[in-house]
């Protein structure tokens, strides 16, 4: 088990987490598989790229792509470079787009060639594919940094910006571990949206674990076709979430 969970950063938390499984999947889509050995390695590669692009300590950056791969190497990437990442579904209208850019004071975004078109005129957008190589490591975030910054719905009033740091999400990891019984055994589905807080839930619970983060389309994501996704051992998880949690909050659980 790695270093305990206030004294480590979520890139170390990762990489405590590859050493122990280089050879194990990390993450599959319909495309792809990425072993964690070859997913720290990419990681680290985008990290010295977005680097050398002025991506540091501090910064907040936004992502606007398509859930999949890139999209979570990209989130890892920011935090591994020492920012904190800013979700940005391209599936949301552009006016919810424009103001969580504009509220967050975020200047730059990380995006592909499909979703450029979905963030207002003058920011800085760095396509995921044609970022400069680099070699220079970039400044490693502590756990007091930023890792993230996500918005709620709004379904109360306008969305708010919360913020995350590192030492909040490895502590979320440290309870997912303890709670929910997940591990290198395990496959989690990637099912919320990216401005769902619940995404970073399902990452963290298979990235810190040594668990294998699933990724199917979209389209398998509704209906019958969710019930032989690929992730289906993630019911052990539903069945441990029910174990946990208090009976006073079942009572007012929906689905």
Same mark, same amino acid.
């Given at each position: 088990?790695?270093? #305990?969970?206030?004294?480590?950063?979520?890139?170390?938390? @990762?990489? $405590?987490?590859?050493?122990?499984?280089?050879?194990?999947?990390?993450?599959?889509?319909?495309?792809?598989? @990425?072993?964690?050995?070859?997913?720290?390695?990419? /990681?680290?590669?985008? $990290?010295?790229?977005?680097?050398?692009?002025?991506?540091?300590?501090?910064?907040?950056?936004?992502?606007?792509l398509h859930p999949?791969?890139?999209?979570? =190497?990209?989130?890892?990437?920011?935090?591994?470079?020492?920012?904190?990442?800013?979700?940005?579904?391209?599936?949301?209208?552009?006016?919810?787009? !424009?103001? %969580?850019?504009?509220?967050?004071?975020?200047?730059? /975004?990380? /995006?592909?060639?499909?979703?450029?078109?979905?963030?207002?005129a003058g920011i800085?957008? +760095?396509?995921?594919?044609? @970022?400069?190589?680099?070699?220079?490591?970039?400044?490693?975030?502590?756990?007091?940094?930023?890792?993230?910054?996500?918005?709620?719905?709004?379904?109360?009033? %306008?969305?708010?910006?919360?913020m995350v740091t590192?030492?909040?999400?490895?502590?979320?990891?440290?309870?997912?571990?303890?709670? %929910?019984? /997940?591990? #290198?055994?395990?496959?989690?589905?990637?099912? $919320?949206?990216?401005?769902?807080?619940? !995404?970073?839930?399902?990452?963290? %619970?298979? @990235?810190?674990?040594?668990?294998?983060?699933?990724?199917?389309?979209?389209?398998?994501?509704?209906?019958?076709?969710?019930?032989?996704?690929?992730?289906?051992?993630?019911?052990?998880?539903?069945?441990?979430?029910?174990?946990?949690?208090?009976?006073?909050? +079942?009572?007012?659980?929906? =689905?």
């Amino acid at each position: 088990m790695p270093a #305990s969970a206030n004294s480590a950063t979520y890139r170390e938390i @990762l990489d $405590a987490t590859t050493r122990r499984h280089p050879k194990s999947i990390a993450i599959e889509t319909p495309d792809a598989q @990425l072993t964690y050995a070859e997913l720290t390695e990419r /990681v680290a590669n985008r $990290a010295r790229r977005l680097a050398a692009v002025g991506v540091g300590r501090g910064d907040i950056i936004g992502i606007c792509l398509h859930p999949g791969l890139e999209m979570v =190497v990209s989130q890892l990437a920011v935090m591994y470079a020492g920012g904190a990442y800013l979700p940005l579904d391209p599936n949301y209208p552009a006016e919810r787009l !424009s103001y %969580m850019v504009e509220d967050s004071h975020t200047t730059t /975004v990380i /995006v592909d060639n499909d979703t450029r078109e979905y963030l207002p005129a003058g920011i800085r957008c +760095l396509n995921v594919n044609s @970022l400069p190589e680099a070699e220079a490591e970039p400044d490693s975030p502590t756990v007091d940094d930023l890792a993230y910054l996500i918005y709620t719905s709004g379904s109360t009033g %306008m969305p708010k910006g919360v913020m995350v740091t590192h030492v909040g999400l490895t502590n979320m990891i440290d309870g997912q571990r303890r709670h %929910m019984q /997940v591990n #290198s055994a395990s496959r989690v589905l990637q099912f $919320a949206s990216p401005n769902f807080d619940a !995404s970073v839930f399902e990452t963290a %619970m298979a @990235l810190g674990t040594g668990a294998c983060l699933v990724i199917p389309p979209r389209h398998e994501m509704l209906g019958d076709a969710l019930v032989t996704t690929r992730a289906s051992p993630t019911r052990r998880c539903l069945r441990q979430f029910f174990r946990v949690c208090p009976q006073s909050h +079942l009572m007012n659980l929906s =689905v």
